[in-house]
C-alpha cells in the first residue's frame, strides 16, 4: 500500500542529529524571548505541519488556521518543549490536539471531513504531464478512501505512512501506547486497502 504519493521529503518530518541541535538551541532561545530564533523554527516546520493538519481535517482554509494556531500555542508554552525529544513530536502534538478539537466542532455542526488534495505535494510533481495525471489521479483514489476512514485510523496512517514518524513518536504524539498503536495501523492498513480495491 505505500507508494511514492505516500512520502514526504525528508526536511519537513525528519531531521539531522545536527539539525535537531539547532532546533533545540533555537527552542532554547525562543523561551528567552528571542522572536527571531522561533521565526526560524516556524519556517523550518510550517509546512509540515500545514500538510499534516489538511490531511486531517481536509480543509485548506481550516488547515492554515490551525497551523496558525498551532505556532501561536507553541510561541506561548515554547518553556514546556523538552528539548530531549524532537520538535516536531511536540509541534504535532499541538497540531493534532488542534485538529482533533475542530473535527468534534465540525461534526457538531455536522460539517463532513472534505477530502481535497492533501495527498499529493507539488514537489514531488514529475515533470512528464502522463505521469502526472497519474499521479493526481492516484493521489485523489487515496485521499477519497482516506477520508472514509475513522478520525483514529486516519491519524495512525498519516503519522506513520505520510509523515513517517516511529511509533515509539506517533505514541508521544497521540498518547497511545506502542501495542495500540501497531494493532490500529494494521487495521487501518486493511480498512484502506478495502476502500482503494472498492474505488475505480
Not at 485548506?60 to 488556521?65: G, P
Not at 502526472?132 to 485523489?140: G, H, K, P, S
Not at 498519516?158 to 515509539?168: G, V
Not at 506517533?170 to 501495542?179: L, N, P
Request: glycine letters at 4%; hydrophobic letters at 40%; proline letters at 4%.
Amino acid at each position: 500500500m505505500k507508494s511514492e504519493l505516500w512520502q514526504i521529503p525528508a526536511e519537513y518530518g525528519r531531521s539531522t542529529d545536527e539539525a535537531q541541535l539547532e532546533e533545540r538551541r533555537w527552542a532554547l532561545l525562543s523561551a528567552e524571548g528571542d522572536a527571531v530564533a522561533f521565526r526560524r523554527l516556524v519556517e523550518r516546520h510550517h509546512r509540515g505541519v500545514y500538510q499534516f493538519v489538511l490531511r486531517i481535517v481536509g480543509s485548506e482554509a481550516d488547515a492554515e488556521e490551525l497551523a496558525q494556531e498551532t505556532f501561536a500555542r507553541a510561541f506561548i508554552h515554547i518553556g514546556r518543549f523538552d528539548p530531549t525529544y524532537r520538535l516536531s513530536t511536540w509541534l504535532y502534538r499541538i497540531a493534532l490536539n488542534l485538529s482533533r478539537d475542530h473535527l468534534r466542532s465540525a461534526k457538531r455542526r455536522e460539517r463532513p471531513y472534505e477530502p481535497g488534495s492533501a495527498m499529493l505535494d507539488s514537489g514531488q510533481c514529475s515533470p512528464d504531464p502522463d505521469l502526472l495525471v497519474a499521479a493526481q489521479y492516484e493521489a485523489r483514489r487515496l485521499d477519497r478512501a482516506l477520508a472514509t476512514l475513522p478520525d483514529s485510523y486516519r491519524e495512525v496512517l498519516i503519522l506513520k505512512d505520510l509523515e513517517d514518524f516511529s511509533f515509539q513518536e506517533i505514541a508521544q504524539i497521540t498518547r497511545c501506547s506502542i501495542a495500540g498503536l501497531k494493532i490500529r495501523a494494521v487495521r487501518a492498513r486493511a480498512a484502506m486497502r478495502k476502500q482503494l480495491e472498492r474505488m475505480p
